[in-house]
């Protein structure tokens, strides 16, 4: 309560240990200059810029350099807030009525009209949330490696939403993976969007490539689900570089409180030139 707390401060960073402060699973250290002027409580009434320079991060023995990190938040003319996370290789913005520390709880409203067996409603009355998102990556390979060690890609990558529960409680979204990698799988030209509202969730796209393996993938691969209150109907076209000819996938996924069922539409495949039906 009161007026908000006041930063300003130039220092250096010696030597930030995350995963002897139990902040990462991982090692991890952090040094560079750090230049602080904002004032807030947290991230939600954040105005001002806090910069990490010159930083070297050093993840499990691999270093990474940058010159900048810099988290910037200010207020428009019409008193809608932006905050600016960016670096050499990625940009994080948004922008509008944004309550970021109750985002998870408004998802979660959300999924809870499509999966409420899986999916509880938030336990609190929600902040209303007007924002635009973007989210766009450069050379991010590195960066991937420190959010997962499994992961490695997502170089120029783009991301764009907006969530609204002013206007009919709706969010969307879109998503442009050129290339990423999880493990063993990994996908090359991905576009999914995402619509969304208090009644139903529509996720369609494309995918240029799914690997399974370094020689076998699914080459064009088409994505359709629709959720509503625990049911997804799904419908998938795809084929394999070798011996999948092609298949077509629909089916109603039911999600109940003790696990799922399928039932399937008429679907096919083509296995060795021979085709082969689902009823």
Same mark, same amino acid.
């Given at each position: 309560?009161?007026?908000?707390?006041?930063?300003?401060?130039?220092?250096?960073?010696?030597?930030?240990?995350?995963?002897?402060?139990?902040?990462?699973?991982?090692?991890?250290?952090?040094?560079?200059?750090?230049?602080?002027?904002?004032?807030?409580?947290?991230?939600?009434?954040?105005?001002?810029?806090?910069?990490?320079?010159?930083?070297?991060?050093? =993840?499990?023995?691999?270093?990474?350099?940058?010159?900048?990190?810099?988290?910037?938040?200010?207020?428009?003319?019409?008193?809608?807030?932006?905050?600016?996370?960016?670096?050499?290789?990625?940009?994080?913005?948004?922008?509008?009525?944004?309550?970021?520390?109750?985002?998870?709880?408004?998802?979660?409203?959300?999924?809870? =009209?499509?999966?409420?067996s899986y999916i509880n409603p938030p336990k609190k009355e929600l902040s209303n949330q007007?924002?635009?998102?973007?989210?766009?990556?450069?050379?991010?390979?590195?960066?991937?490696?420190?959010?997962?060690?499994?992961?490695?890609?997502?170089?120029?990558?783009?991301?764009?939403?907006?969530?609204?529960?002013?206007?009919?409680?709706?969010?969307?979204?879109?998503?442009?993976?050129?290339?990423?990698?999880?493990?063993?799988?990994?996908?090359?030209?991905?576009?999914?969007?995402?619509?969304?509202?208090?009644?139903?969730?529509?996720?369609?796209?494309?995918?240029?490539?799914?690997?399974?393996?370094?020689?076998?993938?699914?080459?064009?691969?088409?994505?359709?689900? =629709?959720?509503?209150?625990?049911?997804? =109907?799904?419908?998938?076209?795809?084929?394999?570089?070798?011996?999948?000819?092609?298949a077509l996938l629909d089916a109603d996924v039911h999600t109940l409180p003790e696990g799922?069922?399928?039932?399937?539409?008429?679907?096919?495949?083509?296995?060795?030139?021979?085709?082969?039906?689902?009823?």
């Amino acid at each position: 309560t009161g007026s908000a707390p006041s930063f300003n401060v130039l220092g250096d960073l010696v030597n930030a240990n995350l995963y002897a402060l139990k902040l990462s699973k991982d090692s991890l250290s952090v040094t560079g200059t750090f230049d602080l002027n904002f004032r807030g409580h947290n991230i939600d009434d954040f105005l001002g810029y806090a910069k990490i320079l010159n930083a070297k991060v050093i =993840h499990n023995n691999e270093s990474l350099d940058f010159d900048s990190l810099t988290l910037t938040a200010a207020l428009d003319s019409n008193n809608l807030k932006k905050l600016v996370l960016e670096s050499n290789e990625f940009i994080v913005s948004a922008e509008g009525q944004y309550n970021i520390l109750q985002l998870p709880q408004s998802f979660q409203a959300f999924l809870n =009209h499509y999966y409420p067996s899986y999916i509880n409603p938030p336990k609190k009355e929600l902040s209303n949330q007007n924002f635009n998102v973007s989210i766009r990556t450069a050379d991010f390979d590195k960066y991937a490696r420190l959010i997962d060690s499994n992961f490695s890609g997502f170089n120029d990558a783009l991301l764009t939403g907006s969530i609204s529960t002013l206007n009919g409680n709706k969010f969307n979204f879109e998503i442009n993976i050129p290339s990423a990698k999880y493990k063993r799988f990994s996908l090359e030209d991905a576009k999914i969007t995402g619509k969304g509202d208090y009644d139903s969730l529509l996720l369609t796209g494309g995918i240029g490539k799914i690997y399974i393996s370094d020689s076998t993938y699914f080459p064009n691969t088409n994505i359709s689900i =629709h959720s509503a209150n625990d049911v997804s =109907h799904v419908l998938i076209s795809t084929r394999a570089n070798a011996t999948l000819n092609d298949a077509l996938l629909d089916a109603d996924v039911h999600t109940l409180p003790e696990g799922r069922s399928i039932n399937f539409h008429p679907s096919s495949f083509v296995l060795s030139d021979k085709k082969w039906h689902l009823l």
